[in-house]
């Protein structure tokens, strides 16, 4: 089992910066494929960001490409979000998750384990 919690989340202007940590427990992070999906009021769930167990393969949702990054750090057990150039579209509950294939990663269906979330909240 892996629990998963986020962190980092909370209340910024349009054109602020965030960064969510997603630590693990349980076991280590480095055998996981890991993802950010999002959750925006009155919509789906929807896919963010993902990387590879070994951090050299990121991918990204389009509307995020160039504002977003992940990283991971293992030894840490941790992932990380840093978000800029934040937009009120980007309001929504941030969950982080623990998968195994790399080819499926942008598939919610894929993923194991999931965080409870943090709460983003961009305002204008």
């Known amino acids: 089992q892996v629990q998963l919690v986020e962190s980092g989340g909370g209340l910024v202007q349009a054109g602020g910066s965030l960064r969510l940590s997603c630590e693990a427990s349980?076991?280590?992070?480095?055998?996981?494929?890991m993802g950010w999906f999002r959750q925006a009021p009155g919509k789906e769930r929807a896919f963010v960001t993902a990387?590879?167990?070994?951090?050299?393969?990121?991918s990204y949702a389009g509307s995020m490409l160039g504002r977003f990054t992940i990283s991971r750090d293992n030894a840490k057990n941790t992932v990380y979000l840093q978000m800029n150039s934040l937009k009120t579209d980007d309001t929504a509950i941030y969950y982080c998750?623990?998968?195994?294939?790399?080819?499926?990663?942008?598939?919610?269906?894929?993923?194991?384990?999931w965080g409870q979330g943090t709460q983003v909240t961009v305002s204008a």
């Open positions: 349980g076991r280590a992070l480095s055998s996981y494929v």
């Open positions: 998750a623990a998968g195994r294939l790399w080819e499926s990663a942008i598939s919610q269906s894929h993923y194991d384990y």
């Open positions: 990387i590879s167990q070994n951090g050299t393969s990121r």
